[in-house]
């Protein structure tokens, strides 16, 4: 749906379909990364320990993070995150050898390299978050939806609720009467005039 030329800053988590973004374009969700740290951190060994320092990793940025929103200061916020990149950068490479010790992270290590750029863009952009928690409760509705409804029947079918669904959280969002917005789309379609867009 983003297209071959999203010009946007994508905040996601690591689903591939993703992968074709340039990382410079994207910011991975820590939310998530915190889930998978909180997982290795439940294993043995070695898998445990870098899962918890993955953990200690996270908690000192989110603190930084909150500080920021108090403050507004992104100078302090890089200062802050500068020493937590390096640490983990240090976890991840260590990870990411090829050894017994690191069968289990290893892989999650490696695909958190490859995307490196990407877990830093909220440090240097202006209204990007490290999470993609305000996207996910976008679409908490449209998502308690389908599993109610269990969808569509036709592929017509799920472009009209997807565009439904998208127009009600978009007007939700902006405060609009999603039912204006319908009505001045209908009327303009009656009378052949382009579709109002929701900007």
Known sequence: MLGEDFAGITCSDRWRAYDYLDPKRRQLCWAHLV???TAHSEGLAAQKHFGEAGLAIAARLFA???AYRQDGNRAHLREQTSPLKQELRALLEHAS???????YHRQFANKLLKHWP???TFTAVDGVEPTNNHAERGL???VIYR???LGSQSEQGERTIERLLSASVTCRLQRRSLFAYLTNVLTANIRGDPIPLLT
């Open 118 to 120: 990407a877990l830093w």
């Open 140 to 142: 908490r509705g449209a």
């Open 35 to 37: 889930r998978d740290f």
């Open 97 to 103: 050898r090829k050894s017994p010790k690191t069968k």
């Open 147 to 149: 599993k109610l409804s």
């Open 64 to 66: 930084a993070w909150h």
